[in-house]
């Protein structure tokens, strides 16, 4: 089983459309294409983008002016290019409020995996949304167009969870304060071999190390986390956790789930991606200079992180898993590099190596590193690498 994460920066249709800036479609090719060759079964992508002014409430599904579009065209694209797999999706609902929501869409092989909730469509997702629909069992809700067919028949009226409440307790957990968004909870369950069930829970936390560390905190108080392991269930904790790795100030951050018995899967490579405009070739192999936050002067954080070695600048591992029971046997475990990554074709058009070996002073090679074929389809299609594990 392949289970994906990724952090889709501002996820909206105008990542599938061309631009002035994107002619070509590059940005969709990388996305697509990036997807295409890890071939998950399960995958997870965060910040799907909803309207800041869109009066919805948290349980909503995402907006039609913003993410939801853009997810009906990545599920097209995977259904038209692979439809023996029978790709679907868990339709994303907001998860926080204010200028801090988005959405969070889980994605699945219905070949591979039942979609098993654990949540129902309820009056918590928007009126207009749903519908009444009759079944031998009697009547729920369904998702309505044009979310429908996004699930297989059978497992149209199921949905993701997302309130929370400590143990004994009715009051909503908040994560860490109030509008930050809420974990997702997806159940899916393995169709032939061992019919595991992979419980997932995804979620992005607060931008911040201190307001991130407070967040996973309280992820740990939920029941569901909390609760004592069940024969053949994988639980799986992903998120971009906004919380370094490679920072030794903040790497203790993920001991409250740890101390629960949840494994970190990842302790390197870095995640991030700096910035275009400061995206650079200068550095070391394989990170040069374009895993990192700029040069220090210009970042606060600066004074925060280990020093790196590398002579590139400091890096950043906020992407990660964390499994229960600690000894499931992790097959293979990878961040997806397709800047200067070996394991998947490379999509850049020139390599780093052959930029440096061009006429021409530092700022020249930044200026081909930084166009659209090369690393500008890349950043300009997220700020995060997206990582997978085999279980």
């Given amino acids: 089983m392949r289970i994906m994460t990724w952090n889709i920066q501002d996820l909206s249709i105008s990542k599938f459309l061309s631009s002035d800036s994107d002619p070509?479609?590059?940005r969709q090719f990388y996305l697509h294409s990036t997807i295409r060759q890890v071939?998950?079964?399960?995958?997870?992508?965060?910040?799907?983008?909803?309207?800041r002014e869109d009066e919805r409430s948290q349980g909503s599904i995402v907006s039609d002016t913003s993410g939801g579009p853009a997810i009906r065209q990545l599920l097209w694209l995977l259904q038209a290019t692979d439809s023996r797999s029978r790709w679907a999706v868990v339709p994303p609902v907001i998860l926080g409020a204010g200028g801090k929501k988005e959405g969070i869409a889980v994605f699945f092989k219905a070949s591979v995996v039942d979609f098993q909730g654990p949540s129902v469509v309820g009056p918590a997702i928007y009126n207009h949304q749903i519908q009444e629909s009759t079944s031998p069992g009697g009547?729920?809700?369904?998702?309505?167009?044009?979310?429908?067919?996004?699930?297989?028949?059978?497992?149209?009226?199921l949905a993701g969870r997302w309130q929370w409440a400590e143990t004994g307790s009715h009051t909503p957990l908040e994560f860490a304060d109030a509008g930050n968004r809420q974990p997702?909870?997806?159940?899916?369950?393995?169709?032939?071999?061992?019919?595991?069930?992979?419980?997932i829970f995804s979620m992005h936390l607060p931008s911040t190390a201190d307001q991130a560390v407070k967040a996973l905190k309280k992820v740990a108080k939920i029941p569901d986390i909390q609760r004592d392991d069940i024969a053949n269930e994988i639980r799986i904790v992903t998120?971009?956790?906004?919380?370094?790795?490679?920072?030794?100030?903040?790497?203790?951050?993920?001991d409250s789930l740890k101390d629960l018995g949840y494994k970190l899967i990842f302790k390197n490579p870095p995640t991030h991606l700096t910035t275009l405009t400061v995206a650079s070739t200068a550095g070391t192999h394989p990170y040069y200079g374009f895993m990192s936050q700029g040069p220090p002067g210009n970042v606060p954080e600066a004074l925060t992180v280990l020093?790196?070695?590398?002579g590139d600048w400091p890096r950043k591992l906020l992407d990660n898993f964390l499994i229960r029971p600690s000894a499931t046997t992790i097959?293979?475990?990878?961040?997806?590099?397709?800047?200067?990554?070996?394991?998947?074709?490379?999509?850049?058009?020139?390599?780093?190596?052959?930029?440096?070996?061009?006429?021409?002073d530092q700022d020249a090679h930044n200026a081909v590193f930084r166009r659209i074929e090369?690393?500008?389809?890349?950043?300009?299609?997220?700020?995060?690498?997206?990582?997978y594990i085999d279980l």
């Fill in 24 to 26: 070509s479609n590059l």
């Fill in 39 to 51: 071939n998950p079964d399960i995958m997870i992508i965060l910040e799907v983008e909803t309207s």
């Fill in 139 to 157: 009547q729920f809700m369904e998702w309505a167009d044009p979310w429908d067919k996004a699930l297989p028949p059978g497992q149209r009226h």
């Fill in 184 to 199: 997702y909870q997806t159940i899916f369950k393995e169709k032939s071999g061992a019919q595991r069930t992979f419980n």
């Fill in 239 to 254: 998120a971009d956790f906004n919380i370094n790795v490679l920072n030794s100030n903040y790497s203790d951050g993920y």
């Fill in 307 to 310: 020093p790196d070695t590398s």
């Fill in 331 to 360: 097959k293979n475990a990878s961040v997806v590099n397709r800047v200067t990554g070996k394991q998947f074709d490379p999509i850049m058009r020139t390599s780093i190596p052959d930029i440096n070996a061009q006429m021409g």
């Fill in 374 to 387: 090369n690393f500008g389809a890349i950043r300009g299609g997220s700020d995060h690498l997206p990582i």
